[in-house]
């Protein structure tokens, strides 16, 4: 009996807290368009057992993406690495086309395209300190450690 109390305490806690965020957080009400279906128009898939593959698709509202990859290094167990490379474009809501390419490897996933937001360049001092400070050669050496403050006659405890 005792398991059926607190079983329906919790769900009475659940209920409770469902409510609560109904009436405090109401997700903001967009008008959409009807959904409309968008055919593909094109679409090829390839793939290998040796870990490559390659598929490109194109949607009747203009979405284009290809992708290949392989496994660079294979057979090879601390070096061997899914490599992919590929391209996606489509046009925002604004009529703007948008173009981007990309390639995922052991250095992580570098993406280029006129949208995607890039770092400012890095200035030549700190280009000229970083080349200088790796350069320099490594101190194996333990580090200093500050030495406790002298004792001024009070008793550790």
């Known amino acids: 009996m005792?398991?059926?109390?607190v079983a329906s305490l919790g769900m009475l806690l659940v209920a409770s807290a469902l409510v609560a965020a109904d009436q405090y957080h109401h997700a903001?009400?967009?008008e959409h368009a009807?959904?409309?279906?968008?055919p593909i128009v094109h679409s090829e898939s390839y793939s290998s057992h040796d870990g490559s593959y390659k598929f490109a698709y194109e949607s009747g509202n203009g979405i284009t993406a290809q992708e290949e990859g392989f496994v660079k290094n294979a057979g090879s167990k601390?070096?061997?690495?899914?490599?992919?490379?590929g391209s996606y474009s489509y046009t925002d809501p604004h009529g703007v086309p948008v173009s981007l390419s990309y390639v995922a490897d052991e250095n992580g996933f570098q993406v280029q395209g006129s949208h995607v937001p890039t770092p400012p360049p890095v200035p030549k001092e700190?280009?000229?300190a970083y080349a200088k400070a790796a350069s320099q050669p490594q101190s194996h050496d333990e580090p200093e450690y500050a030495q406790p403050a002298q004792s001024h006659g009070y008793n550790a405890y």
């Open 2 to 5: 005792r398991f059926y109390i």
């Open 34 to 38: 009807p959904a409309k279906h968008i």
């Open 28 to 30: 903001p009400e967009y």
């Open 126 to 128: 700190l280009v000229d």
């Open 78 to 85: 601390d070096h061997e690495v899914q490599v992919a490379h």
